[in-house]
């Protein structure tokens, strides 16, 4: 049995982790009351923010899985407010953590664009890595391209950190690319959080289950270790209908990936786990569709859960060598660095001429 540390930092980090915990006690408001979590692992929650708001919104995580860090105001997509709050709570933070007893891989799930969640992550993570042997992955969601200037250079500097930050990869949910998940804002997020959610105990379940063919931490950590530090999940779902070479299939295309990639061309090592009644499962088929990845990208580790009368369900982890998304995204954050760099000069020039307050010089009210 695996013990799991999952960690949602920040609003979008709090609200993936409460969808994992919804999944994860079968969904009624009160079952985290009385069920017991249905993974096969030991997994502890935790929820960390600044927002007390946030952490109220969470219906199915239990009140002692979430942490309020006190900071008045919040920290309003400030990421340097962010560390320092961080850096003041930090033994409160990680002693809650060590109670917690010993465990074998941890994920740390947060948004790269606000302000606590991407600033508290890297940081997080830096410290568990200092302190523990276990392996430590971060789930990281990108922002929709057009909230703005500020969320867009969060995100390059909240992604290079968590880079520098010890990370054992970083697993990349993009919610631009996932926008049609949902009609309105609300729901485009819940969608993607559950989409992610699904994932996350999809995965946990292919860690740590009796399966024909097997996959396990050994294999994930060798995947996560091939590319450049960036991943994706992708997913696909059978109709039982179609062959399971096209599930696999479905699951690397943009429908099922959570980030944009081309796999075949930037994908670097891989682990595809398929679920779903035997009859379903055709070893030849299966590794007919994976020996055509591996001949792109090199290895693919697959593994087989057998579940009786279901559906074939897939589920793709790829490593990426290189990314054009992420290229993408850094050269709109600079454009949007230079933007707030030339407001902040205007801002200077105007201070110093004054040409506002100056109208009124050597003037008095009169009455
Ligand atoms: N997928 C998804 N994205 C979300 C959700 N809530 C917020 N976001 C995205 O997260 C980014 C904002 O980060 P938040 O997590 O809200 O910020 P925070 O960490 O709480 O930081 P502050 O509020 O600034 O202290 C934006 O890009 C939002 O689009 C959610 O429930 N799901
Ligand atoms: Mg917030």
């Given at each position: 049995m695996l013990n799991v540390l999952m960690v949602g930092t920040g609003q979008c980090g709090n609200r993936i982790l409460d969808a994992v915990n919804r999944e994860a006690f079968g969904g009624g408001k009160f079952s985290k009351y009385y069920s017991r979590q249905k993974f096969p692992s030991r997994v502890e929650t935790i929820a960390i923010n600044t927002a007390i708001n946030d952490l109220k919104?969470?219906?199915?995580?239990k009140a002692k899985d979430r942490i309020h860090i006190p900071n008045l105001h919040g920290v309003g997509a400030n990421r340097m407010v962010g560390k320092q709050c961080f850096n003041d709570n930090k033994d409160l933070i990680m002693r809650n953590i060590t109670e917690r007893g010993e465990f074998d891989v941890a994920f740390v799930i947060t948004s790269s664009s606000g302000g606590t969640g991407s600033s508290f992550s890297p940081l997080l993570v830096k410290e568990l890595k200092e302190r523990y042997e276990f392996p430590v992955y971060s789930i990281v969601v990108l922002p929709f391209r057009e909230e703005g200037t500020i969320y867009l250079q969060n995100s390059a500097f909240c992604l290079k950190e968590m880079y520098d930050s010890g990370t054992d990869g970083i697993i990349l949910a993009d919610n631009q690319f996932l926008k049609d998940a949902g009609g309105d804002i609300q729901s485009a997020y819940d969608g993607i959080n559950n989409m992610i959610a699904d994932r996350i105990l999809f995965l946990l379940e292919a860690l740590d289950s009796e399966m024909m063919m097997v996959t396990d931490l050994g294999d994930f950590k060798t995947v996560m270790s091939g590319g450049a530090g960036f991943a994706t999940i992708g997913y696909a779902k059978g109709d039982?209908?179609?062959s399971i070479r096209s599930v696999i299939h479905d699951s690397l295309s943009p429908s099922g990936l959570l980030f944009s990639s081309n796999v075949f061309e930037e994908g670097s090592r891989a682990m595809i786990i398929m679920r779903g009644d035997r009859k379903y499962l055709s070893i030849d088929d299966i590794s007919g569709e994976i020996d055509k990845l591996s001949s792109h990208i090199g290895h693919v580790f697959k593994g087989v859960i057998i579940r009786n009368g279901e559906v074939p369900k897939v589920l793709s982890v790829v490593t990426l060598e290189t990314t054009a998304e992420l290229e993408n995204l850094y050269a709109l954050a600079v454009e949007a660095i230079q933007i707030e760099k030339d407001k902040r000069d205007r801002m200077a020039i105007r201070k110093e001429a004054d040409t506002t307050f100056s109208k009124i010089e050597g003037l008095e009210p009169q009455y």
């Open positions: 919104e969470m219906h199915y995580t039982g209908k179609n």
